[in-house]
Structures are given as structure tokens and as C-alpha cells.
């Protein structure tokens, strides 16, 4: 299977990307994944849909993460109570390549909540894109000491529940792209 993840903050020093880097680690180890291709949208400077042109090498990039991949990964922060508007920006200027596609999300926030506003936002955003989405969610609460200064994640709860996360997104992508 080929996975693109992509990576949804538009910060510099996201604790979103550590945990979508984390996750593309982790899929990489994974017997069942050829591939893991990973989008990020700090890379991708697309001007806001409508008020100009985005490069066409950066949209036939983007386009062809998202064309290529057998599963999409999502990996969200919260800003204000949705993802953010760069993010969605970004994904506004594509629309087929989400349709039929197994989709899974990582909500990522720094307080206790995990980005459950974000999960709503994005999962209503995910249906009407007619994507098909993992039912099993992460919510990735307190990102800022997630992680150890080696990069291993030391928080009980995001150990116990990314695996499972991960697993159920596999799975599914596999039933759909058999």
C-alpha cells in the first residue's frame, strides 16, 4: 500500500509535523506499506482559492500525493476551533482525488482536548468530499510534551491509542483497495 500523509500546519515549529514525522516513521516499519509519501503544506505556498495562480509544478505535486496514495493520512492542529484556514485552503484546490479515498485523522493540540473541534470540522469536510473515513480517530492532547528530547513519545495515552489508530487505518485501506 502507498500512504500520503499530510501534514496540515502552516507554523514553522508545528508540533503537528513531529507527530505526523512520528507516524511516518511508524508506517514505514510497516510490511503491509510500500510507500509513505509525506505532503506537507508549509512547503506548498498556494494563494488563497480564487485570488491567483498556484504553481502548476506545486499542484501537480500535491495532486499526485494525493492521486497516488492508497490512503490518505491527515494530521490536524486546531486553531480557533477548526483546522486551519491554510490548511484548508490547500485542499480546496483539488476535489475527485479525495472521492472513494480511505482517509484517516490526527487531531493535534496543544491543551487538553486533543483538537476535537478540528475532528469535526475536518470529518464534515471528509463527507462531502464523499471520502471514506476511518472511524478509529486520534486526538493528540498537551503536543508540546509529547515527545522526549529523542523524539519518542512519552505521553500514556497517545502509546496506547496510535497504534490501534494506525492499524484501523490500514486495515481499511486495504479492504478498499483491494
Known amino acids: 500500500m502507498r500512504i500520503t500523509i499530510i501534514q496540515g500546519s502552516p507554523r514553522d515549529q508545528a508540533n503537528t509535523a513531529k507527530v505526523a514525522r512520528f507516524f511516518e516513521e511508524q508506517l514505514a516499519q510497516k510490511d503491509a506499506v510500500s510507500a509513505v509519501r509525506f505532503l506537507d503544506i ?5 494563494p488563497n482559492w ?5 504553481s502548476k ?3 501537480a505535486l500535491f495532486q499526485s500525493g494525493l492521486v497516488d496514495a492508497d490512503g490518505l493520512l491527515f494530521v490536524v492542529p486546531e486553531y480557533n476551533g477548526r483546522v486551519p484556514g ?4 490547500t485542499l480546496d484546490y483539488f476535489r ?9 485523522i490526527a487531531t493535534v493540540s496543544g491543551g487538553p482536548f486533543g483538537g476535537v473541534n478540528a475532528l469535526y470540522d475536518f470529518r464534515d469536510w471528509a ?9 478509529t480517530k486520534l486526538l493528540v492532547s498537551k503536543a508540546g510534551v ?4 529523542h523524539g519518542v513519545p512519552v505521553e500514556e495515552h497517545f502509546n ?6 494506525l492499524d484501523d487505518f490500514l486495515w481499511l485501506t486495504q479492504k478498499i483497495a483491494k
Do not use: Q, V
Open 42 to 46: 508549509r512547503s506548498f505556498n498556494f
Open 50 to 54: 480564487g485570488m491567483g495562480e498556484a
Open 57 to 59: 509544478e506545486d499542484l
Open 86 to 89: 491554510a490548511f484548508k485552503n
Open 96 to 104: 475527485g482525488e479525495y472521492k472513494k479515498k480511505p482517509m484517516a
Open 127 to 135: 463527507h462531502y468530499m464523499e471520502g471514506i473515513l476511518s472511524p
Open 146 to 149: 509529547l515527545f522526549n528530547e
Open 160 to 165: 496506547l491509542n496510535y497504534p490501534a489508530f
